[in-house]
């Protein structure tokens, strides 16, 4: 009887003993499309304005790498503190304070690991999910051999994406190396390059003065291409090449379209 009522039990299970009913396929559950969103660089402010709407905190060490090293650690901290306590748990982290001089000469990950060491005791280090190595490095006289090694050094000593920007046009040091790779050219609409199948583009749109670009296209490039990362070029206030002081999207009445193109990416 026990084995009767076994195999009862294994032919309901499948549908009922002899029935030939086909039964509807289960469609795979496929992975949605996820493009981080958020500013380049973090100003004071920023994080409680943009909380928000931003999928990740980007703490840049803007500053003096040789007089404000410590500085610039203790500010990311600061940042990446506020940005938990606030519900972001995504971190981009800027390391070239702590692997190159000013004339990015390559000076290794010593320092990049002490300051991991610090990180994991303040139990922030699980934050970060991609290392910022140098900003435009074809534009700090950075060679490919450079940031090659660069690129490939960093990751090995902390295992996470390696993300860099380069400028609108010329050369791109290092891009073989780097996993997440973006172009910026304000005011020209989503910048394309020509990228691995394992490495994912990132789009960078000028929503500062003067260039007041608007995020849409950039939210539908993302969308429809292996975009990983759409960066908000810039909150904060600050001074153009040219020396003229400019607005950022903060202040210049785009952060509304900006608060929606997070919203439309799901940050």
């Not at 300051?115 to 490919?144: T, W």
Request: aromatic content about 8%; overall charge negative.
């Amino acid at each position: 009887m026990r084995l009767l009522l076994l195999v009862a039990l294994l032919l309901s299970a499948c549908g009922g003993g002899g029935s030939s009913s086909p039964q509807t396929p289960v469609a795979p559950v496929v992975a949605p499309h996820v493009v981080d969103f958020g500013y380049f660089g973090t100003g004071d402010g920023q994080i409680a304005a943009t909380a928000g709407h931003v999928s990740f905190v980007h703490a840049v060490d803007w500053g003096d790498w040789a007089k404000d090293r410590e500085a610039i650690k203790a500010r990311i901290i600061a940042q990446m503190q506020e940005a938990r306590a606030r519900g972001i748990n995504r971190i981009i982290l800027s390391t070239g304070f702590l692997t190159f001089d000013s004339q990015c000469n390559w000076l290794g990950t010593k320092d990049l690991l002490l300051f991991k060491i610090q990180l994991d005791a303040l139990d922030l280090s699980r934050m970060v999910v991609m290392l910022y190595p140098m900003d435009e490095p074809e534009n700090h006289g950075c060679s490919g051999a450079t940031m090659a090694q660069a690129f490939m050094q960093t990751r090995a000593a902390w295992t996470l994406p390696i993300g860099v920007i380069y400028g609108p046009n010329g050369p791109t040091p290092g891009i073989d190396q780097a996993t997440d790779v973006g172009r910026d050219n304000y005011g020209h609409g989503p910048q394309a390059l020509n990228l691995r199948p394992d490495q994912h583009l990132m789009l960078i749109a000028g929503g500062a003065n003067p260039y007041r670009e608007g995020p849409q296209a950039f939210v539908d490039y993302a969308k429809a291409n292996n975009v990983s990362v759409l960066w908000a070029f810039l909150f904060v206030p600050y001074t153009d090449p040219q020396g003229k002081p400019q607005l950022g999207i903060g202040a210049n009445g785009m952060l509304p379209a900006y608060n929606a193109a997070g919203d439309a990416l799901g940050a």
